[in-house]
């Protein structure tokens, strides 16, 4: 077996974990961001296995618990502890907190019991993450900000010469805020090729599917226009998601077009008027082969 087959297995391997752990917290709260997870996890595992280069975890791994407010004396926690010193990640729609956690856990940077107290009162495992949250670098707030926090990032590795990338992932949906399109414009405005932009496509918003709320295509034309070098994907597939993103072109930021199923692998969800928040019904996981006890570890 190759190196390159191994982790391509080991993608896939953790993307069905992913799956299944964050059906398991949906199951057990009764409801929760479910599709996020399932839809971005091979993106997700990509990143954190394939792509990012981290460096070591400082977080515990079991996080602590939020006890209120930053004080004197009492400084904020800040969950890019677990991401290290080297790139830098951005996660900017702050409801796919549930998959940031599952695959933390996938790579090891976080205990897989902490997610059976994932949005709990006083866990910093939220169901919307912040700056607190394991995995944040900052609070994205309204979607679309996570992608100028980046582009600040990027900007400033450039003009003080600092190692490593960085690295974002953003949602369809909010290619309908207007911040998004003047993150873009800055980025390539400023040559920022050490910057490298996930989109997971899904077709779903809020509001139901993005074309019958705003419609945005054709999007890679649309941001090669600004000035970046643009690569459409099927978001499942772990080496072309690989091979678009490190296919990096001097003075141009990249962006990925990941076009995704937000129900693969729960077929039994096909047809679902509403699908951003999830409640399941009866037999609605069973295509995920979800144990609702303890998953069994299988790590590679």
Known sequence: MTP????VERVERQAHRVRQRAARVCAVNNGGYFIQACGSA?????????LMDLGPSTGPMEPEK??????????ALIGDIYIGDKDRFYLSPAHYALGLYATLVEVGRLDPNVLDGANADGSTLELIGAEHSPGFSSTTGSLAQALSVAVG????KKRFERPGRVWALISDGELEEGQTWEA???????GLDNLTVMLDANGLQVD????????????PE???????????V??????AIAEAAEAVVPGKPTLVVCRTNPIRSVPSLEGRHQLHYIRFREGEVDAIDIDLGVLEEAHA
Do not use: S, Y
């Not at 939020?66 to 400084?75: N, W």
């Not at 990032?153 to 400033?156: F, I």
């Not at 099927?234 to 080496?239: A, E, M, R």
């Open 234 to 239: 099927d978001g499942h597939d772990p080496v």
């Open 42 to 50: 091979e993106i997700m595992n990509t990143l954190f296995t394939r």
């Open 208 to 219: 139901g599917w993005v074309t019958d709320v705003m419609k945005i295509e054709p999007i």
């Open 66 to 75: 939020f006890d209120g407010v930053p004080l004197p004396g009492q400084p």
């Open 153 to 156: 990032q990027a900007l400033g």
């Open 184 to 190: 873009f414009q800055a980025a390539a405005n400023f």
């Open 222 to 232: 649309k941001i090669r226009a600004f000035g970046w070098t643009v690569t459409e």
């Open 4 to 7: 390159d087959k191994e982790w």
